[in-house]
């Protein structure tokens, strides 16, 4: 329940700052010119206070990455995105979550992923299932457990009386072999809707049975998918490296994602 109470609680934070008409988010570039916000900071302060109480090493986006040295010794951590979705954020458009995931020997088994702005939280334990929760802000008490967590939400995937094939692909980052392969996709099944979104709403989607499938031929870093790994796998799917039948792996020496496609497990 650390990981559903921290993301709870970095929602919070960051919503407070989107809410703030007079707030201007404090806009800084990293490195790789990408933005970083207070918000993200603020959510990153709150998820490692309470991560930091569990035995688990934190690999976070907006936290000291520890050399692959260190790192290769860890057969159990938490990988975080306080803020997935930051350009979203800026735009006000909602589109943005907190990602949290718990990775065992490379692969992701628990991840909690909330929506913020539509208070919409989506969780997942290997061997238990993936559920997504409408309607939450916070933890009624700290006595809550999974059970009762579970038991106020739904099991993914949702039952869904489409008749068409859903595709869903990135607001900010559809590349020319996405286009090329949503095109293929036409071939194949025809008529095909396409849904654009921000952050790991997408893998959320497949997960919970609103699309199909998600194929991301752009850079992505680990803790842009390891949460929404984790829902996807307890909800029947998979993220697959690109052009392959492995799935996506974890704590790398290099923390760069290859191009995956998320979709329903294949049949071997």
Known sequence: MAAIDAAL????????IY????????IERKADNSPLT??????????????NETPFPVLSEEGKHMDYAV????????????????????KRNGEFTVNIALVQNAVPVMGVI?????KELYFAVEGTGAYKCSGIVGLED?????????EKSERMPLADARDHFIAVASRSHLTPETETYIADLKKKHGNV??????????????AEGKADVYPRFAPTMEWDTAAGHAIAR??????????????LRYNKEDLLNPWFIVEAKRER
């Open 114 to 118: 909330y929506v913020p702005v539509k």
């Open 38 to 51: 207070i918000a993200d900071r603020k959510a990153h302060e709150a998820i490692v206070a309470i991560l």
């Open 142 to 150: 700290e006595g809550v457990t999974l059970q009762q967590m579970i």
């Open 9 to 16: 609680k970095a929602g919070e934070k960051i919503l407070s």
């Open 19 to 26: 809410e703030d008409p007079k707030s201007d988010f404090e």
């Open 193 to 206: 809707e396409l849904i654009s979104s921000g952050s790991s709403i997408k893998i959320c989607l497949v």
């Open 234 to 247: 307890a909800a029947g799917m998979e993220v697959y490296q690109a052009g392959k039948e492995e799935p």
């Open 71 to 90: 790192r290769r010794g860890w057969d159990t951590l938490w990988i975080v995105d306080p803020l997935d979705g930051t350009k979203e954020f800026i």
